[in-house]
């Protein structure tokens, strides 16, 4: 049982490069959602989804973009990468982001832009 | 707004010297309070929910307890290998927020 997979673990970005951080889930859970982790800052929740085709806005969006088509996969991309986006980002899961469901993490891509 | 306050930013115990973290947390509409477990290089691992205040649940030498203002866990005669970063969070509709942990250090 994989559970929450994240791809790359490492990536170092030029500002004003693109690129997409991978979440895939295998555990047919409709709620998905990414995180940014810094030092002193905990875990700031970027975007979230509550199934395919439906997207919403966390409380640190711009500069991400986010889309759904399909229930195992949530990728997150950066349109033009800033020194300031330089942070480890974890996807999580759960099967609803409602009435306390517990969300589930993968192991986290650790990115830096120069 | 919604907010979550962990203390202290970090605890060094002994071995063997027991203590508790605190979660304070400000929430409109609580649907659950999480505790998980960080280590260096990691993803947050899953502890304890707890639902409402009173509530109890206990893990090896971790026990979580919920009022209707905060969270403590209790560490009870820690061992080295619960040395990790602790995180809170409150669960409110579809969003989750995060404490910035605690980073426990439980010398040998």
């Known amino acids: 049982n994989a559970g929450v997979t994240q791809t790359p673990k490492f990536q170092v970005l030029k500002t004003g490069q693109s690129m997409t951080l991978q979440c895939a889930q295998d555990?047919?859970?409709?709620?998905m959602s990414w995180y940014r982790q810094d030092p002193g800052m905990g875990l700031r929740l970027i975007h979230y989804s509550v199934g395919a085709g439906i997207t919403d806005q966390g409380e640190v969006p711009n500069g991400y973009n986010v889309s759904r088509s399909t229930t195992e996969d949530f990728p997150l991309r950066l349109l033009s990468a800033a020194p300031s986006q330089t942070s480890v980002y974890f996807c999580?899961?759960?099967?609803?982001?409602?009435?306390?469901?517990?969300?589930?993490f993968g192991e986290g891509s650790w990115l830096t832009v120069v | 707004e919604d907010q979550v306050t962990q203390s202290p930013e970090a605890l060094r115990l002994q071995e063997g010297e027991s203590s508790s973290l605190n979660c304070s947390y400000t929430v409109s509409g609580l649907r659950g309070l999480f505790w998980y477990r960080q280590d260096p290089g990691k993803g947050p691992e899953f502890l304890f929910t707890?639902?409402?205040a009173g509530e109890e649940k206990e893990k090896e030498r971790l026990k979580a307890t919920l009022t209707k203002k905060e969270s403590f866990l209790h560490i009870t005669a820690p061992k080295p290998e619960d040395s990790a970063t602790y995180l809170c969070a409150v669960n409110n509709f579809n969003k989750f927020y995060f404490g910035s942990g605690t980073k426990l250090n439980v010398k040998p």
């Open positions: 707890l639902y409402s």
């Open positions: 999580a899961s759960s099967y609803s982001g409602l009435n306390g469901n517990t969300i589930y």
């Open positions: 555990m047919n859970h409709e709620y």
